[in-house]
């Protein structure tokens, strides 16, 4: 099964991401995917399908899944009612600072992150009451979304209400084999998408000829270099769509050269044009 990296910035002025979207189901991206970041997901409500790791199940009346890192996961919209509403948050174990851990505080959110690489459904109160704390965190702002963020995982730790979604822990095997050169370039495009991507700088990275390391990227990724940094254009670009910017200025902002080859990538990623996108999203606000 083909696997993608997804690349996470954490929102400006904070450790980590927190993502709200009400959208319609066909702006979604939803290919298998994964990322160091552990992610808490909260579908506000409706029916969908999730697929974490090598779990595949159905849902209805929202969702609540913890995702720990690099476990291969589907975005929660696949097979979803319309308009799909979640709030995801996505943050590095570090955020948890693990020299806290030791601390009698923090033993319980250690012991939850490690279960997280199995995927934990939540339900029952447990999952009300952090939907209504996710919610709430949306209009904080950064130091109190924090705060916000570790008590959250506090009560998910305490909590008896979930279920592990997998029996073992699902890598990628090309990910724990060539996480330290592959996390080179995912920087390098995370860092440059907005240019011109210089291949030869890129190759150099992998220390390894641009020939080779086209061959080395489509192998290990099940992906060529050049759609990879298109699909990451194209989830920033989604971004930009949701503010007050032309498509044209969303298109040159995240490297594009041209608004008809910017059509064109996007509709083949998400199946609609950037216009449909935005109009999508006014008209589901």
């Known amino acids: 099964m083909k696997i993608e990296y997804e690349i996470v910035k954490p929102d400006e002025g904070s450790c980590f991401r927190l993502l709200h979207q009400k959208v319609p189901i066909s702006s979604l991206w939803w290919q298998y995917h994964y990322h160091p970041e552990i992610e808490l997901t909260c579908v506000l409500n409706g029916s969908g399908t999730r697929h974490v790791g090598n779990h595949l199940s159905n849902y209805s009346n929202g969702d609540l899944v913890l995702i720990g890192s690099d476990l291969p996961h589907s975005g929660f919209g696949w097979h979803g009612t319309d308009p799909h509403e979640e709030i995801v ?14 601390l009698p505080e923090m033993k319980a959110i250690g012991r939850l992150l490690e ?34 963020l570790q008590k959250a995982l506090h009560v998910l730790a305490l909590s008896s209400e979930y279920t ?22 995912f920087t390098y495009v995370e860092r440059h998408y907005n240019e011109k991507i210089d291949i030869k700088a890129v190759a150099d990275l992998a220390a390894i000829s641009i020939p080779s ?48 080859y910017f059509n064109k990538v996007f509709k083949h990623v998400l199946s609609v044009t950037p216009t449909e996108f935005r109009n999508g999203i006014a008209h589901e606000g």
């Open 164 to 185: 592990l979604l997998n029996q073992q822990v699902l890598l990628s095997a090309a990910i724990d084999k060539h996480k330290s050169r592959l996390q080179k370039v």
């Open 89 to 102: 948050i996505q943050f590095r174990r570090e955020v948890v600072n693990p020299a806290q851990e030791d």
């Open 115 to 148: 279960r997280s690489k199995f995927g934990i459904l939540f339900n029952g109160e447990v999952k009300a009451m952090i939907t209504g704390m996710l919610i709430q965190m949306i209009d904080l702002h950064p130091f109190e979304r924090y705060q916000a």
């Open 213 to 260: 390391f086209c061959n080395y990227f489509k192998k290990t990724t099940n992906i060529t270099f050049t759609d990879f940094v298109n699909h990451y254009r194209v989830q920033m670009a989604c971004l930009l769509l949701q503010q007050d910017k032309t498509v044209a200025e969303v298109c040159y902002q995240c490297g594009f050269k041209n608004v008809t």
